[in-house]
C-alpha cells in the first residue's frame, strides 16, 4: 500500500435521525471503503457526520421541513 502522507476529510451532511451506533457503523464502513479504493491508510482516513436540520435543507426548490 503506497502512502503519500495525505490525510482525507470526508464530509457527510445529513438530516437527524441515526442513532449513536448507526454513525459509528456508517463512518467505519465509510473510512473502509475510501482506503480499500485509495489505497489509503485507514487510520489516516478523517471521517465527520454533521446532522443538519431538515428545515434547513432544501431540494428542488422547495424545504424539506
Do not use: C, F, H
Not at 464502513?29 to 485507514?42: F, L
Not at 457526520?49 to 435543507?57: G, S
Amino acid at each position: 500500500m503506497r502512502q503519500d502522507g495525505r490525510m482525507p476529510l470526508i464530509q457527510i451532511s445529513q438530516t437527524p435521525g441515526l442513532t449513536a451506533d448507526q454513525k459509528r457503523a456508517a463512518i467505519a464502513a465509510v473510512t473502509a471503503a475510501y482506503a480499500e479504493a485509495t489505497g489509503k491508510n485507514p487510520d489516516a482516513v478523517w471521517v465527520t457526520l454533521t446532522d443538519i436540520p431538515r428545515e434547513a435543507w432544501g431540494v428542488g426548490g422547495k424545504p424539506l421541513g
